[in-house]
């Protein structure tokens, strides 16, 4: 039996939602399609998914292609949608924060290499681990290699060195 209102219209979902979250399904069968293999048995999915998904992958970009994502939709909508898609947002978060974080010691690097002295009080008063004495001769190189137009050895090492003594 159909549920309706008082006015004795039946009540049905909003057709644009159910397509705004069917988009977002599709969305995330494609992430799991570029995800490893080896991820998809540690989200949990079963199976006739991962085979389902291993075929999906093999397929060129056709409507075959698409019929499939849709299908796969389906099955991941029965099997375990929400922990697939917490998966995929927690990646993308160590992702973010790896970039991140990586950015953070590219600027770290511009910084000591461009303004020296004062970048570097900066730097070693944030992290007061660091031996200074190495961090000054990386500096240095890689300040000489910039003014040189040398390939970009010494400020890679400087990176490296930011990196594990971050």
């Known amino acids: 039996m159909r549920e309706v209102d008082e006015e004795g219209f039946a009540i049905r979902p909003n057709k644009s939602a159910l397509k705004r979250e069917q988009a977002r399904v599709r969305a995330l069968v494609t992430a799991l399609l570029d995800?490893?293999?080896?991820e998809w048995s540690r989200m949990g999915l079963g199976e006739p998914l991962q085979k389902e998904l291993r075929l999906?992958?093999?397929m060129k970009a056709s409507g075959a292609r698409n019929r499939q994502i849709k299908f796969i939709a389906r099955l991941l909508q029965q099997e375990g949608l929400e922990a697939a898609r917490q998966w995929?947002?927690?990646?993308?978060?160590?992702r973010a924060e790896e970039q991140?974080?990586?950015n953070q010691l590219e600027q770290w690097r511009e910084r000591?290499?461009?303004e020296g002295d004062a970048a570097?009080?900066?730097y070693l008063a944030g992290h007061p681990q660091t031996d200074r004495q190495q961090l000054r001769q990386l500096v240095r190189a890689a300040r000489k290699e910039r003014e040189t137009g040398k390939p970009a050895g010494a400020g890679r090492k400087l990176f490296q060195f930011l990196r594990e003594n971050d």
């Open 35 to 38: 995800c490893p293999e080896e």
């Open 56 to 58: 999906a992958r093999g």
């Open 88 to 94: 995929i947002e927690q990646r993308d978060q160590r």
């Open 100 to 102: 991140r974080r990586f």
């Open 112 to 114: 000591l290499v461009g």
């Open 120 to 122: 570097l009080g900066d």
